[in-house]
């Protein structure tokens, strides 16, 4: 019924199960070594939390908000993303149906959970995806502010043109682009395929369909864009959108992952105020929310006066403390940690349909969840799991 397991070999503890403050089972978690000595809080009791009213973690983090990755095929191949060589894609009969993730999004918000972003790979290459965001948006959730589940998008935006409008018809709360780059040679050298026109076109497509909560997140890497930020940051505000730079982080082994490569959050604010020729102080309020990864940043002075923009330092400046998600993989494996490989079958539980099942899931995730990353600036310390594979 349940399952848990890790990439690299290591040490199987076990965990009792939970449930309505009973103890119904013990079951085995797999952890790495290496995990259980980064963080000896994962062994032992402390394999699973009971999951009653609201998800809390074993260190009493709130779990308001679960990533949920539609397929890890994707129509761009990004070098910080997708290896190489490529992924073993997952079969069609493992991705969960619209039905499961519906059924599964209704769980999760009757335990508080407020606010559901899809992701991938490219969740716009599902078919129908329209209608999956108007069947969540239809989710009552009593902590969301209009009383449903907030659903939310990132993409890539290549196919945004034929779906922004759809989509925003469909009642999606917030649309976040993904775009390194205004250069059209350096977006296709970056993207080892894609065609800037078609980004630039969709972001075009949801600002005209009125989409609400636009976002572009750009990673910020030395070398590549760092000319550039601030033309990234003009793009966005011209088009309504909130600009997010992004620490680049070594997932996949640290295969992909280029030391020299990565922007600190505080040399990427520097580098936007030179720019732009104001300075920058910290913002808070309004649509910005307290509780993500992002800090965000309002400029002083100059043309830009008043602009905001975010910056997410996942290696720099650490926000593990205020952790308030979960992942699920396209294959229907459970997260607690982006920079972790443990992951729990929760298309097993789902497809059991034993009652009491995904509950029990939940619970082991909850109580595996980590403190901390490990992430190291040399590249070390990550996962083995690709970015492509758990949607960031
Ligand atoms: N395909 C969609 C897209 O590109 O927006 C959604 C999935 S993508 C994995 C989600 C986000 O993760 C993107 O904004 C991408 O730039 C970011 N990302 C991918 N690999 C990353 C890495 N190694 N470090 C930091 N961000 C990464
Ligand atoms: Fe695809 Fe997004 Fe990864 Fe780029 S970042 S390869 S667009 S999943």
Request: net charge positive.
């Amino acid at each position: 019924m349940l399952g848990a397991h890790t990439a690299v070999g290591g040490v199987a503890q076990r965990g009792a199960i939970w449930h309505s403050g009973r103890r119904l089972m013990l079951v085995r978690l797999r952890t790495t070594t290496s995990d259980a000595a980064r963080d000896p809080g994962v062994a032992g009791e402390h394999g699973a939390v009971a999951v009653r009213g609201v998800l809390r973690d074993r260190l009493d983090r709130r779990v308001r908000y679960v990533r949920m990755s539609l397929t890890d095929r994707c129509n761009l191949r990004c070098t910080y993303c997708m290896p190489r060589e490529g992924v073993d894609h997952v079969d069609r009969a493992e991705l969960l149906t619209f039905e499961e993730i519906e059924r599964l999004a209704a769980a999760l918000a009757g335990l508080g959970v407020t606010k559901m972003r899809l992701t991938g790979g490219e969740p716009t290459l599902r078919r129908d995806l329209p209608d999956l965001v108007r069947r969540l948006r239809s989710i009552p959730s009593i902590d969301a502010t209009d009383g449903r589940l907030r659903v939310f998008m990132t993409t890539n935006g290549i196919l945004l043109p034929g779906l922004a409008a759809a989509l925003a018809e469909a009642g999606l709360c917030g649309l976040t682009v993904s775009l390194d780059t205004l250069d059209p040679d350096k977006f296709r050298a970056i993207t080892r395929a894609g065609a800037l026109p078609r980004v630039i076109e969709g972001v075009e497509a949801a600002r005209v369909a009125g989409q609400p909560g636009l976002k572009l997140n750009t990673v910020a890497i030395r070398g590549f864009n760092d000319e550039e930020l601030h033309a990234l940051c003009r793009f966005a505000w011209a088009r309504g959108m909130t600009p997010r730079f992004i620490e680049t982080m070594p997932m996949a082994g640290g295969a992909l992952y280029v030391p020299g490569e990565l922007m600190p959050a505080a040399q990427v604010r520097a580098q936007i105020a030179g720019q732009l020729g104001a300075s920058v102080r910290p913002h808070h309020g309004g649509d910005f929310e307290a509780a993500g990864p992002a800090s965000y940043w309002r400029v002083d002075g100059g043309a830009d006066d008043g602009r905001v923009f975010g910056t997410i330092g996942a290696m720099t400046e650490n926000f593990c403390e205020r952790c308030n998600r979960l992942r699920i993989s396209a294959r229907g494996q459970l997260h607690g940690c982006l920079a972790y490989d443990d992951a729990f079958d929760l298309r097993r539980a789902l497809r059991d349909g034993e009652e009491g099942a995904v509950r029990e899931v939940l619970g082991a995730a909850l109580g595996q969840k980590r403190a901390a990353h490990d992430f190291r600036l040399d590249g070390g310390g990550g996962p083995v799991k690709p970015m492509i594979g758990i949607g960031g």
